[in-house]
């Protein structure tokens, strides 16, 4: 399973990419393989404001609905338009095309609670 | 999870091999999918799969008096079956709901075999029982016998390959036994995909043979194995019910829509009064389909349905058509409602999509 090193990482299976201020985030390898053929993406709206841990967009296979949550505080900038056309983006190319927002975090230093790559690996087993 | 939960079929080790994924159905461990939901689903429309379905529940009704006595029990007309066929029939409480849905095949002439839900085999045995009244031998031989349905276009040519090219094989709804290097295979022309298929019985200690042979004499014909994610979306795009979701003991099979395997002109079964009254008086609710107007989340079991502003029913199934790239589904509506073409709403996750009723089915062969 691809866990790559660049990368923070969530319990509940996304993937942070630091870029500055902001956070690019989506479902990690593992995740996309867990819930499968990915068929609907629900995204977040700009502006929207993220709490941590908090639901803010739903990813669906054709077996059920998954909520996906927030890593860290902050404000939506940015979804991934091209999901909507193309949800198995996520399948196919999770960690790259398969993004599904950027969030200007509301506290960069946020992010060292996170997982580093070598603590999601033995997370995942 | 507890060890409930953990029921193994004869094949779980064949699926843990194919890297399958593994999940809780009722008491059993099942696989899911094993390629995928989406690739395994168009396998069996193009080509072939295969299920393991051992989980089912195999029950037999022996005797002289066994037909009559079933007849007293299940809703369809026993009385239509030939050595050697099978039909589709519910098993109804005293107030018309659905205990189960089965398959009762006529095996010999005072011999019959219940082909049941998994989850429901036990209490279907329990009612059986009850109301048995020495009228026949009752054997649940489920956790003897295991099961395969192969389904897909190609299906006759993967069984001319296994049992011999001259080999005859049954007509639609028919059972046979074949002899297969030295066991014996009771194949039915069933299934619950809408392709042409069968349904294979055999004692559980063949099961990881034909199970693999199967596989292996399907792999030029584009065979794949197949899971329950695929089983629901196949079943769904034909507008199959699903027991436990689109069937329960809370509604009876008028209301449903299956009438047609009802027969009220037999004078006495478990629940005739009240199907008798539903058919003539209608029911308040209906099972009906419907699919989602537009391209959008797709409708899951439990979501509210509206029309004009008041709730009017409940979905009970629903998934992304991998056929029709559409999102599908099942939901009982206040009859008033529910005639094809009607406009409805389903609300997901606080919006509310629109939604037309459509006939049955949605998948028709192209």
């Known amino acids: 399973m691809n866990v790559p090193d660049d990368l923070f990482y969530t319990e509940s299976h996304e993937w942070i990419r630091v870029e500055g201020e902001n956070a690019r985030v989506g479902i990690t390898d593992h995740a996309q393989a867990e819930l499968t053929d990915v068929v609907y993406v629900e995204l977040p709206k700009a502006g929207a404001k993220a709490e941590a841990k908090g639901q803010i967009a739903v990813v669906e296979s054709v077996k059920a609905a998954s909520d996906i949550y927030a890593p860290v505080a902050g404000t939506v900038v940015e979804a991934n338009k091209a999901l909507e056309g193309n949800p198995a983006l996520i399948n196919t190319d999770p960690f790259g095309e398969g993004w599904i927002f950027v969030l200007k975090m509301d506290s960069p230093d946020d992010v060292k609670q996170l997982k580093d790559a070598a603590a999601y690996r033995a997370a995942i087993g | ?366």
């Open chain 2, 1 to 366: 999870m507890s060890d409930a939960a953990q029921k193994k079929t004869p094949l779980y080790d064949e699926h843990v091999r194919l890297g399958a994924k593994m999940i809780p159905f009722g008491d059993w461990i099942m696989p899911v999918q094993y390629s995928g939901i989406m690739d395994e689903h168009q396998a069996v429309r193009k080509n072939v799969g295969v299920f393991d379905i051992s989980h089912m529940g195999q029950l037999t009704a022996t005797g002289p008096q066994a037909g009559a006595w079933l007849n007293e029990i299940l809703t369809n007309n026993i009385d239509k079956l030939e050595v050697g066929t099978g039909q589709y029939t519910f098993l109804l409480n005293e107030r018309g709901g659905i205990i189960d849905d089965l398959i009762v095949y006529r095996t010999a002439p005072e011999e019959f075999l219940l082909v049941v839900n998994a989850s429901r085999t036990e209490e279907d045995f329990a009612w059986l029982r009850k109301h048995l009244d020495n009228k026949a031998e009752l054997q649940n031989r489920s956790a003897d016998y295991g099961g395969l349905a192969i389904q897909g276009p190609r299906v006759i040519e993967l069984l001319q390959a296994l049992v011999g090219q001259e080999a005859e094989l049954p007509a639609r709804n028919q059972i046979k036994e074949f002899d297969y290097d030295g066991l014996k295979l009771s194949i039915a022309r069933t299934g619950y995909t809408g392709e042409d298929g069968v349904e294979a019985f055999f004692p559980a200690d063949a099961a990881a043979k034909v199970w693999n042979d199967v596989l292996t004499k399907g792999k030029e014909l584009g065979i794949r194995p197949c899971g329950l994610g695929a089983r629901d979306t196949l079943r769904l795009e034909m507008c199959y019910p699903l027991n436990g979701s689109d069937l329960s003991p809370e509604h009876n099979p008028i209301e449903a829509g299956l009438g047609f395997f009802v027969d009220l002109k037999k004078p006495k079964f478990i629940g005739r009064e009240v199907l008798a009254q539903a058919k003539e008086s209608g029911t308040a609710n209906r099972l009906v389909p419907f699919r989602m107007k537009s391209k959008g989340p797709p409708p899951r079991p439990h979501y509210a349905v509206w029309r004009e502003g008041e709730k009017v029913g409940e979905v009970t199934s629903g998934t992304l058509s991998p056929s029709l790239n559409e999102g599908i589904g099942m939901a009982y509506v206040a009859s008033a409602h529910a005639k094809t073409g009607s406009e409805l709403e389903i609300e997901i996750r606080g919006q509310r999509l629109p939604a037309i009723i459509e006939k049955k089915p949605f998948y028709k062969k192209p």
